[in-house]
């Protein structure tokens, strides 16, 4: 913890030559957390100082199998011994693709990169580039990644980085017509998250009424469906989050858990949009780097075979149960939203999120690696034990919310 003196000595250095020490969300989320972590097995990582925590968080989301996944590992180390950064992709680019088309329902074909803000701002310029419109409609207060367009943080940003968005309301289908009425005969595409996920904020699932609206009316403007599972993918179905709704977009973005921790990003699109597919100029340095290919055709196998899909969900559930219980029997008024495997835990009339950090810490002074104010991850390695030590970790963080609320 950061108490300790490892983690201590690396932020006063960090200090020294990273602006702020550290950015983005991965600043340490309050005084109790290490602001550097060692390593990680299993649903287990340790910080710096060599404390050790049942990981809730998965690296905000890429390792969904858990850390050094053998099969995963043996992959990316076998096309490591053979090539991994060369003057062109490797075999495995292709391998994956087909991986892909076979794997998720709306996809023709796949264009890979590194991040999901790679992903998103891709699939905005490929509907730009296929209708020849301008306009893409985002729900207000939705994370698609931190490039100008979408960062949330208004610093070094132009008006014109957000000139040609709109906005509406998720889950409101009302508000998308509106959006949509407004962008007129320049609408190029709609930008959706599987379910409502914004940090900080109690998570919506999505109205499959929204979705199949949502679908219509791209199908009768001609702009993109474009469906962002940077964060979802691959955690709640094996295929887009959307199939089990039963709607298809027409582009999808994808990164964090296809490569099980490895910096791979994937643009998936059918063939309407094929064509503009082709026309944008899109390349990376390392953007055809072969092992996280590798690690992403293993970590697709991997999934499928040991049913991770329903193992993180049959764990979820039972998290999302033991939890309740304990706010109950706390006697605290709880929010437990999004789909077990992803949930969000917020306090009843807590809008600074004090309790949700006394909550936090002490759970994480119990072994237990959750965050305050973004949504969790339950990857498929965790096991019973793991669970039970979260379990006795949060029963005591509920305990030090109690008494923080001086009951
Ligand atoms: C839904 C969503 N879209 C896009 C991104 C951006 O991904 P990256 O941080 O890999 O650029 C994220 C990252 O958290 C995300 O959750």
Not at 158 to 175: K, R
Not at 243 to 252: A, C, Q
Not at 299 to 321: H, P, S, V
């Amino acid at each position: 913890m950061s108490e300790g003196t490892a983690d201590r000595q690396l932020r006063d250095r960090a200090r020294a030559v990273i602006p702020g020490g550290m950015y983005g969300h991965q600043v340490a989320p309050g005084a109790a957390y290490p602001q550097f972590m060692r390593g990680g097995r299993g649903a287990r990582v340790w910080d710096v100082d060599g404390n050790e925590y049942v990981d809730l968080m998965c690296s905000y989301g890429p390792v969904v199998l858990g850390h050094q996944h053998p099969a995963v590992e043996a992959a990316a180390r076998a096309q490591a011994a053979i090539g991994d950064c060369l003057n062109s992709p490797g075999p495995v680019m292709v391998d994956l693709a087909e991986l892909l088309v076979q794997t998720v329902r709306h996809a023709d074909w796949a264009i890979f990169a590194k991040n999901g803000t790679d992903a998103t701002t891709m699939c905005c310029t490929i509907a730009r580039a296929q209708t020849g419109r301008n306009k893409i409609l985002v729900a207000t207060g939705a994370y698609h990644g931190a490039a100008p367009w979408c960062t949330p943080r208004p610093a070094g940003v132009t008006a014109a980085d957000h000139a040609n968005l709109g906005y509406y309301t998720f889950n409101d289908l009302a508000s998308v017509r509106q959006a949509a009425a407004e962008a007129a005969d320049d609408l190029a595409g709609i930008l959706v998250s599987p379910f409502k996920h914004d940090a900080g904020y109690d998570q919506e699932l999505v109205d499959p009424a929204f979705a199949r609206g949502l679908r219509a009316l791209c199908d009768a403007t001609g702009a993109a469906l474009i469906l962002d599972d940077v964060r979802c993918g691959f955690r709640l179905h094996l295929g887009s989050s959307w199939e089990p709704v039963g709607v298809d977009p027409d582009l999808s973005a994808w990164s964090k858990a296809i490569a099980n921790g490895r910096a791979l990003a994937a643009v998936l699109g059918n063939d309407a949009f094929r064509e503009g597919a082709k026309q944008v100029f899109v390349t990376g340095s390392f953007w055809f780097s072969a092992v996280p290919m590798a690690a992403a055709v293993a970590t697709i196998g991997a999934l499928r075979e040991e049913k991770a899909i329903e193992a993180m969900r049959t764990k979820g559930e039972a998290l999302r149960d033991g939890i309740l219980d304990q706010a109950r029997s706390w006697d605290l008024a709880v929010n437990y939203t999004g789909p077990p495997v992803m949930p969000y835990l917020t306090f009843a009339g807590d809008a600074g999120h004090e309790l949700a950090g006394v909550f936090a810490a002490q759970a994480l002074r119990g072994g237990a690696y959750l965050h305050p104010r973004h949504n969790w991850f339950v990857s498929a390695a965790m096991t019973g034990d793991d669970l039970a030590l979260v379990l006795e970790a949060t029963d005591q963080a509920f305990a030090a919310v109690r008494k923080h609320l001086g009951q």
